[in-house]
């Protein structure tokens, strides 16, 4: 075999792969066409899943402390997984005005974000719909706060004393308190707060746009009838 | 010429090739090593970490988020690569029988390259990461590692094109093959995710692919490349059937690029793309099968040879490494069964590990262990070195199979059962994540061995001899160190033992 | 395969085929990129085509409606009214943003018992002053680019003000929409407009009560409409609806079909 048969061969079986695999699937689906969010109504406009939230900054953030290799972004289908049979990983399983919203993670869900943090191992749970967890569930009253102790503090709270998420009080300050703690400053569900008397932590900006990513994950919005494989439709149907 | 000419001719030109490259193999070789253990601790920490969060915690530059991807990038790109360049290029030298022309401008770029890593390794624990598995270096690394990848080997790629005419031998095919792959799957990853701009999931699949592509089409050739060599070269037997290396290489070009998206299943990618790869990934024992029996075949035909010679007792190892490792491609990628359980646990780091150190480690230290003492005219220093090297990188990578091959799944499980609350599933994790840190301080101990071996070598200071160190002591008269001890330019019998 | 292939020519080459083969994919994606490589369709932009498609229409109606040269010819007036105009106060009712808590409280309070005024206005029988109707007409070019100069509306736009029960029926409604602004559908003579997606704007907030009577007296005695005139000191009682967000005409007061 010569060298230009060798580079041939290789060439074919390589790029017949890197064309099938990767190539024409990228080409394809940079211009995933819009779908119509009620087919019925045609002036229904399309299914835009806006996001709320300093995205692309708490994307960043994300990204670059490593969260992806412990959390997913990920809500499987049936046949892949047991994700969507969790009461709030797909959604809510409950939620007092819609009922049961869970749904797997359909494409337009990482809009506004340039690279999907699919995640690499589970260690921590699936973050898809977090922002709905801790508004629905964990803290209503300021959702937030919930997001911020974690991060200062994960282990502190007695329901997840054994959780291994690394404590990111690097990004927070230390601050003296003003006239009385500040709005964001951090503290527990049992309203004590970290520092000593006269000191407070207070989230920096990337604490910051990273908390506002967090809550900006609500993948469980009503979904168009063609890409929506809620079994309680089909009954209705 | 007569033989015995033609033969001396031979072990000059071999002497030649090996003066010739020393100081850019020297260098790729110790400073991979350095790398390792820079690896190996940030491996510790991390592993560490995992099952006790509050070590080393509440430092920016030391979370886990970025040290995780810090101890990759240094075992992937510190030591992997420049172990694989020094193979390579002393490979691909001698097969051609050409001396190297290029060693000062190999030797630069090599120095650029620990550069590029360095301040990619720092970026990412200052938090300039990008968040892309595998490919973690902020993004102006990537073209400085694509440039200087292309100075170092293309000697080598000029070296095979004007080799004079004679046997091709089977390393050959895998080292140009490896060369070729490296830059197709690393462009393509670098100019689809980060400077062409695609759909977010698509993105996240084609970094999946790179990953799978970089330990199946340039860690597996280059591994397959030294064992092809060493088994045949040390034994002083032929390969047992050319046949099957063929049907080795080619099954594994024709599998390997469509394996890796299999940790995108269920994700909102096109169906067939994340099938394909587990499909792949489980089809690629074939080439491991082929390549691990033609290679133990043709060791096993002289046991003591394993026995003694450092060299190919740690191929041998690494090739049962293949083994493990291409059949758990297997078990953890069957779509029906195991593919859930393993897509999001310690069971993808686990099958990495095995790839990168039971397989291509182990197999690069065996072609340390032969190359280095050719081209610093030394021998290693000491037989008890060498076996404390390979016993606990042994132990280690044990640990390390069963955590991935049993842990991982018993994590899914864990994971799996959606009526536990998710502390239940996590904390499945603890025991094997214990598992994980002794392995690497195992490691980590076999390493220190070894990076102190070899800087010594580096410094010249190994045994004056043309006996090599082997693993097995002789006592009595007939000990190959000779009768005087270390100082020994033996005649004739040891020079045959030695004659590579 | 002989050894007089490691010539330097054939290094040379050699090493430019590497490259080429090293750079081969990279290469041709980079083809396929030049022929795909168009803006992936925002579904932002997306969405937002219907609203600039409507942008464009309102736009076109109202350059067709307020044509250039009525607006030069206006401008002495409007510059004259403006310089013997007084400074505004520091703090006037229509610097509330809608929708923040000032209005919100605002809101919260009660609104004026619009009953004595209308009724003051419909019984009213004194004679209209030309020369408020003057002023209101100089005042009106504005209105005009939605409601039409003559009254007559614009697709689109705004309803027609010719015929309009609103127009001469109870005084308050007037006041409010002109405070407040008005969303949703309306009908007009017996025709409903669902098709002003904008609704009005409150044009009135800025004026002041001379001015905005004035303009109202204009619009109540024009375009074939005949009503009483509008005293300043009734729109004044409506100063406190500044503010508010914009109301649906259903709490309005309806006015009685002709």
Redesign the interface.
Known sequence: ?S?RH??I???V??????L????I???K????A?IALNAEEP?S??Y?P?RAGRVANG??I?????????H?Q?V??T?????L??ADWGGLKADPERGDTRR????????G?????????????DLSNVGRRVEAIYSPENPSRWLYAHLFN??YEA??E??????????FDEKEVGTGLSDDAVTFSDGRSPGSDTTEFVPNSDAKALVSYLLSMKKDQPVPASIDFAPKKAEEK | MSSTAQSIQDAKLRADIDRSLRHPVMFFMTSGAAWLAVSIILGLISSAKVHSPEFLSGFGWLTYGRVFPAHIAALVYGWGFQAAFGVMIWLMARLSRQECKSAGIILAAGHVWNFAVSIGLLGILGGAGTGVPWMEFPTFIWPVLLVTYFVIVVWSFIQFRVRPSGYVYISQWYIMAAMVWFPWIFLTANLLVFVFQGHPVMAAGIAAWFKSGLIFLFFTPVALAASYYLAPKVTGRPIFSYTLAKLGFWSLAIIAPWAGMQKLTGAPIPFFLPYLGAAATALLFIPALAAGVNILRTTLASPEAVEQSPSLRFSVAGIIGLLVFGFAGLFLNLPGSSLKLTQFSLSGYGFEILALYSFFSFIMFGAIYFIVPRITRREWLSRRLISMHFFFSVYGIIAVSVVALFGGLMQGIGQEEWIQPWINAATRTYPYAIFITIAWAFILFSNVFFFLHLTLMWLRLGRRSSHPTLLVSHHGGSSPHGAEGDIDNAGPGSADAHAH | MDSSRDNLFTRFTTFWWALFVFAGFGVLLAVIWLFNNSEPKNLEDVVAETRYKNKEEVLKAQATALPQEAIDKAISVVATQLAASKPAAVSTDAQIVPGSARAKAKEAGGSVDPSAINKEAAESKDPVDPAIVEKGKASYLLCGACHGQNGEGVPMAGPPLAGSEWVTGPVSNLAIIGFRGIIGPITVAGKEHKEFVAGMAPMAAAMSDEDFAAVLTYIRNSFGNKASQVKPEWVKAFRGEIGKPQLPTSELIQPEAK
């Open positions: 075999m060298l060798f580079i061969g290789l060439s079986s390589f790029g017949l792969a890197w099938s695999v990767v190539v699937p990228f080409v689906m940079r211009n995933l819009p002036d406009g399309p835009f806006k994307a960043e994300y990204a670059s402390n490593g969260c992806y290799n412990c997913t990920v499987r289908p046949y892949a997984g047991n994700d049979f969790r797997e993670t359909n494409a337009y869900d990482f809009l974000e340039k690279f999907a943090h699919i995640g690499v191992s589970r260690v921590g749970p994960p282990r329901d997840r054994k959780s291994t998420c690394p404590s990111f009080r690097f990004m």
